[in-house]
């Protein structure tokens, strides 16, 4: 156990509805990454936080895809309109920044759409 | 583009030495960190390399060549436990260290 928590571990939903992820970080980092790994593959970057500030978003992350962490703690992941394509592990980690890079990467949650 | 091959498998039995390597090609770097990752669990970080040379940490060692961009994963005292997929991850140059992964490698460990 990392210390990054994510919520919830498994979703299973249909095409087209909406999905909310949720990270919890290690409590005094202060950037927050989320990243998305298909089978067989490592994980690939999507976005990524100092404190509150969203500074990179990858072009994989779609305008049906938003992140926020509105305090600087926690960070939600939404999907608009959920597609059979983003069916993958859901991965959120945490460094404490600085010189302190090293990120810790929680349990991720497992979405399928149907 | 971003690029890092690694082997997409590798066995040994327990007890053994085994090295994964890696080979990266990407627009910026600043270090090459090992990940293991078990079926169905997360990345746990295993060591980290900015500088040329060897990281020792317990049964792991990392080597990074930057001149070569290069680096290699050593398991010695291979258990069944470590079983598992291994990540090498080039740290890009961007100022907060975005991880760009490679395919990642199977390591089966048998008895």
């Known amino acids: 156990d990392t210390g990054v928590s994510q919520d919830p571990r498994h979703k299973i939903t249909k095409r087209g509805q909406n999905v909310t992820f949720r990270c919890d970080p290690i409590?005094?980092?202060?950037?927050l990454y989320w990243y998305r790994q298909t089978l067989g593959q490592g994980p690939e970057f999507l976005t990524y936080f100092q404190n509150e500030a969203q500074l990179e978003k990858s072009r994989l992350l779609s305008d049906r895809f938003s992140a926020e962490r509105p305090k600087g703690s926690f960070s939600t992941l939404e999907i608009q309109r959920t597609e059979q394509g983003d069916s993958a592990m859901y991965l959120c980690?945490?460094?404490?920044?600085?010189?302190?890079?090293?990120?810790?990467f929680g349990p991720g949650t497992r979405l399928l759409v149907l | 583009g971003q690029s890092l091959e690694q082997p997409s498998e590798v066995t040994a039995v327990e007890g053994a030495i085994v090295q994964i390597n890696c080979t990266y090609q990407t627009s910026g770097f600043y270090g090459l960190s090992w990940y293991q990752q078990h079926d169905g669990g997360a990345p746990t970080f295993l060591s980290y390399n900015a500088l040329d040379g060897l990281e020792e940490t317990g049964r792991f060692s990392s080597f990074l060549s930057r001149s070569d961009s290069y680096g290699y994963l050593l398991l010695q005292e291979l258990q069944m436990k470590d079983s598992a997929s291994y990540f090498c991850a080039v740290s890009m140059n961007t100022g907060f260290q975005k991880l760009v992964f490679g395919t990642g490698t199977r390591l089966l460990v048998s008895p």
């Open positions: 409590s005094e980092h202060n950037r």
């Open positions: 980690a945490s460094s404490l920044g600085g010189t302190e890079e090293t990120q810790y």
